[in-house]
């Protein structure tokens, strides 16, 4: 992520802490200023780690005579990273699925100069074909931070690729656009996830017969979301669960554990997805 980036991310945030205002700052709100720039140091750190695409490497057979431990059944995972990113973001979230059975997660790393989601979502397509190829599965699931949420989203809506998504787990995504930062409307990428811009109005057209499931996490705390309810997915011919999160920023999504522990239920069992969508997830 650019240094030049960073300020609008924070700036609906700083706004309430302008002096006179302090008393009425919730303590939610400071703990979530404090731990996004967190986020943001340690992610800089580890940004330079992932600009190159992985390693696709076969998984090692256990050695003799070790137990071997029941772990869920599913198809590969695809996490899908956002604007001016790479799979770095990533780490920790990889790291809690591995733990908790799912051997094969794999990282598309797009391009930081890609100007058009379309051609992202193509992207997107030729790498869960190959995936598809070589590990024997028909099916996906994918799991998108903010833009690569609506990257996932217009490939299995768009492209067709609802044959090969199970499920979309959406992390801060402007589904129906957002009007936040509007001085980075220079670059083509965030004048297409406005909520005036033709590719929204393309995803909001029918989409009948549409395969996929779609699970959103949206944040009360997102500055990136304008409004905040733009991370819902509200579309009548899709099957659509949107779980709030409660205390933590749009950097914070892919990071912490307990969304993390949210995304795996979210995949594992529908049922628990359904209980998570009634609560929400609130994350002290």
Known sequence: MKVTGVLPLFLPICRRLWPGRLASVSVTLVKATALEAAILAGHMLLYPTGLTQERRQAALPAPAGTARLPVPTGP??????????????????????????????????????TCDIRTAAELLSRHVEEICERTGSPRVDIVGHSLGGLIARYYAQCLGGDVRVRTVVTLGTPHSGTRAIPLANAHPIVRQ????????????????????????FWSDLDSV????????????????????????????????????????????????????????????
């Open 193 to 216: 996830m406005r909520p005036d811009s033709p590719l929204i109005q393309e995803l909001a057209r029918p989409a009948p017969g549409c395969r996929t499931r779609f699970v959103s």
């Open 76 to 113: 590969p995972v695809v996490l899908v990273h956002g604007f001016i990113d790479n799979r770095s973001v990533f780490v920790l979230l990889r790291r809690s699925l591995a733990q908790h059975g799912r051997q094969r997660v794999e990282s598309l790393n797009y391009s930081p100069l």
């Open 225 to 284: 979301m304008a409004p905040l309810e733009a991370a819902c997915v509200d579309h009548p011919d899709l099957e659509a669960h949107n779980i709030r999160v409660t205390g933590i920023g749009h950097l914070a999504l892919p990071v912490h554990p307990t969304v993390a522990a949210g995304i795996r239920e979210a995949l594992d069992s529908e049922s628990a997805m359904r209980r998570q969508e009634g609560g929400g997830l609130t994350v002290a």
